[in-house]
T-cell receptor, first 113, second 114 residues
Framework: EDKVVQSPLSLVVHEGDTVTLNCSYE??????LLWYKQEKKAPTFLFML????IEKKSGRLSSILDKKELFSILNITATQTGDSAIYLC?????????????FGKGTLLTVNP | KAGVTQTPRYLIKTRGQQVTLSCSPI?????VSWYQQTPGQGLQFLFE???????NKGNFPGRFSGRQFSNSRSEMNVSTLELGDSALYLC?????????????FGPGTRLTVL
């Protein structure tokens, strides 16, 4: 069965800390992995990773994929209270042209001032 | 471009009733997917529609159904509501059917079943 596992499930840090969020996956026909940030309602897209070893970066956020070891990490440096959110990892699954995102349970990040 | 919109944003129903949720995708997007989000189960896939056809369905009972119209707008219906159907229902749209095309989510409809 395809699955996506995120760790830790929750994390509390102080402003300025650096955090690393983990996502491991076991899926057939892997093509890509996506990271989303969910603050109150809609998950907002952060990164799509398709190739091993290539870092995607956006400001203080960065992510990398290891296709051999089947995991991805999301790094946030110099955290701010506005980074508090649920971070979701998802893998698109496709069989017979049918598409769905399988999500991990998410990591709840709380950044305290 | 306007984002994905969902109506209503909040809904309170009682057990046994039925409910219809609406989703308007990003202009030009033809794929609409629905997800249920609960604290215990996280985000779970309900179904995907592309060009008015349901292409994929998750592991939910037949009480959950949907449809898509020619303008790509989609509706989701839940009949005979149960307490466990209380959740955030998220709609997401994609431009194409390609695997590498990203899904963009709407703000969700918060359904509470009493």
């Amino acid at each position: 069965e395809d699955k996506v596992v995120q760790s830790p499930l929750s994390l509390v840090v102080h402003e300025g800390d650096t955090v690393t969020l983990n996502c491991s996956y076991e899926v057939t026909n892997f093509r890509s992995l996506l990271w989303y940030k969910q603050e109150k309602k809609a998950p907002t897209f952060l990164f799509m990773l398709t190739s091993s070893g290539i870092e995607k970066k956006s400001g203080r956020l960065s992510s990398i994929l290891d296709k051999k070891e089947l995991f991805s990490i999301l790094n946030i440096t110099a955290t701010q209270t506005g980074d508090s959110a649920i971070y979701l990892c998802a893998v698109p699954l496709s069989r017979d042209s049918n598409y769905k995102l399988t999500f991990g349970k998410g990591t709840l990040l709380t950044v305290n001032p | 471009k306007a984002g994905v919109t969902q109506t209503p944003r909040y809904l309170i129903k009682t057990r046994g009733q039925q409910v219809t949720l609406s989703c308007s995708p990003i202009s030009g997007h033809r794929s609409v997917s629905w997800y249920q989000q609960t604290p215990g189960q996280g985000l779970q896939f309900l179904f995907e529609y592309f060009s008015e056809t349901q292409r994929n369905k998750g592991n939910f009972p037949g009480r959950f159904s949907g449809r898509q119209f020619s303008n790509s707008r989609s509706e989701m219906n839940v009949s005979t509501l149960e307490l466990g159907d209380s959740a955030l229902y998220l709609c997401a749209s994609r431009g194409t059917s390609g695997l590498l095309d990203t899904q963009y989510f709407g703000p969700g409809t918060r359904l509470t079943v009493l």
